[in-house]
């Protein structure tokens, strides 16, 4: 096998490996509320949105420590150890209980942190200029694919079924843990990054993490990234920027964890209530997989620049929270186990309700593509610092949204959005039309970004 298929290997199993940990992660995160919602009548006194609120905000914290971590293990090493993490907050359903709950949600913020900084550098050092639009194209397609299968599970699982049993829960929950331990050993599957060099080529992983050899040379490096960060998160550039990628993080929290919960929560969907949680995921799935299709592997053929995709999703977010607020009640994000009877401003549709569900998938597709393109291009001889700010930064207000959302009633909830949606997309296209400006200066083709 050539040093070009060995990477390429690499990438192909790092998408699967990561397609089978958040198809159970996902799908677990989409019903988790609801499933609780069924344990009111026990012990169990946890909440799905408070978990996932711990969760962000553990994760945010640790974005400033996951580099060293990752330097000091190795990528492998910290994808699976990462991965047998997020199959113990899975498997805490089977038979919950509050203090393990709560206390797997900490653990999984951090393994989250380390996960994503070591598929950073495994992606990278597996790549290289000419290869790594379609490396970054092939990972992003297998791992969006996770929103298809478990949900289809969910979809058929629960057709008909107005109550989860226990039953019912221990059976998804088993096969989502063996899903996501799958996931973990096939990162096992995956070549040091020494055997994919070849001869002559520099160290990319030393490159990267710094010599192995020296553990005060990597603690040096650590510091530098973290300063480097810090003086990065206050440039002008940055501050707007973190305008948009806040808008991300809430819309992230309600169309990953509130929305399914509201479709669950709507008596008048009748049976199908609880399996309309899994066939919104699925469409959630295609929209995003569309969407990154188009905008992120065709982004070569952009010749307007980023500016129209982001007012695209914008468009299409406005749209879904127009329609939701009207097909959806007001209550449905925090129902209890009954659900709720009430009515929006029309009788709540089923085709509506799966429509919107498309179309959050999508508008978010547009934001995350172009909020990664412009970022690698203002910062590509920082991108790592730059990108640790972007997650910093979008768990934060994900870590939020989870926290009002135990709270809110959906009309505050989707006004937050518009209001952030509309000022994060005006400071985009203020930092698009100075980074246009800078290139057309330098005599630059504009579509070339």
Known sequence: MSPESKKLFNIIILGVSFMFIFTAFQTCGNIAQTVITNLNN??????????????????????????????????????????????????????PATWAFYTASVFIGIAAAVLWTAQGNCLTVNSDENTIGRNSGVFWALLQSSLFFGNLYIYFAWQGKTHISESDRRTVFIALTVISLVGTVLFFLIRKQEDTKTPGEEDSTNEILGDSSSAQNKMTRAVAAFKKSIKLSFTKEIMLLSVTTAYTGLELTFFSGVYGTCIGAVNRFGSEEKSLIGLSGIFIGVGEILGGG????????????RNPVVMLGIVVHFIAFYLIFFNMPNDAPIAPMEGTDDVAYMIPSKEVAIFCSFLLGLGDSCFNTQLLSILGFLYSEDSAPAFAIFKFVQSICAAVAYFYSNYFLLQW????????????TITFFTVEWEAAAALVARGSDYSSI
Do not use: W
Request: charged fraction near 5%; proline fraction near 3%.
């Open 294 to 305: 188009i905008f992120g592997l065709l982004s070569k053929n952009n010749r307007f620049g």
């Open 413 to 424: 909830q989707l006004l937050i959005m518009v209001v952030v949606g509309f000022f994060g």
């Open 42 to 95: 026990t012990d169990f006194h946890g909440s799905g949105y408070t978990s996932m609120s711990i969760i962000y905000g553990v994760f945010s914290a640790s974005n400033l420590i996951s580099p060293s971590v990752v330097a000091i293990v190795g990528p492998q090493l910290s994808m699976v150890v990462s991965g047998i993490f997020y199959s113990l907050y899975i498997a805490i359903f089977i038979q």
